[in-house]
């Protein structure tokens, strides 16, 4: 796989803010797409929608949850003046990728969207561990072994 060496420090306050409005707009455009499409709900098996809606809500809890654990060093792009080990982050390092890809599984299972889940294979998920990937460059960078111990105790 051919990955992009992407210098995010060198990029220009407008190319951040791009970044900051078309990373999030990646997420929403299947959601839009299963909501103005036919939908299959459960695909085709209504008894799972409501284990999928669950599967959503809870993947929107985490994060929810991730983004008030992190407050005002909440970025689109990598990069962290502090290391956040409390609230949700004890347990997990990217708390707000594990919740998308969760909040996206769930409603675009429980619709039953073909197209979404497949978007989400191809587009999110390579996305976020991109952006994982990234951002733990840019701690272990920042905070070496500390981030490293870190690390250790939490899950992705």
């Given at each position: 796989m051919i990955r992009p060496m992407v210098d995010f420090k060198s990029l220009s306050s407008n190319q951040r803010f791009a970044l900051s409005v078309f990373v999030p707009l990646l997420y929403f455009f299947p959601l839009a797409v299963a909501?103005?499409?036919?939908?299959?709900?459960?695909?085709?098996?209504?008894?799972?929608?409501p284990v999928f809606l669950g599967i959503g809500g809870m993947g929107t809890g985490i994060w929810i949850w991730g983004m008030v654990s992190?407050?005002?060093?909440?970025?689109?792009?990598?990069?962290?003046?502090?290391?956040?080990?409390?609230?949700?982050?004890?347990?997990?390092?990217?708390?707000?990728?594990?919740?998308?890809?969760?909040?996206?599984?769930?409603?675009?299972?429980?619709?039953?969207?073909?197209?979404?889940?497949?978007?989400?294979?191809?587009?999110?998920?390579?996305?976020?561990l991109y952006r994982a990937r990234e951002e733990e460059k840019a701690l272990l960078e920042k905070f070496g072994d500390s981030y490293r111990e870190y690390r250790k105790k939490t899950l992705f």
């Open positions: 909501y103005f499409f036919p939908k299959n709900f459960g695909f085709g098996y209504s008894a799972f929608v992190l407050g005002k060093s909440l970025a689109v792009l990598p990069g962290s003046e502090v290391l956040k080990t409390q609230g949700i982050y004890r347990f997990f390092r990217h708390p707000i990728y594990v919740g998308i890809n969760l909040t996206l599984f769930g409603l675009l299972a429980a619709c039953g969207s073909v197209f979404g889940m497949v978007y989400m294979a191809v587009v999110v998920v390579p996305l976020n």
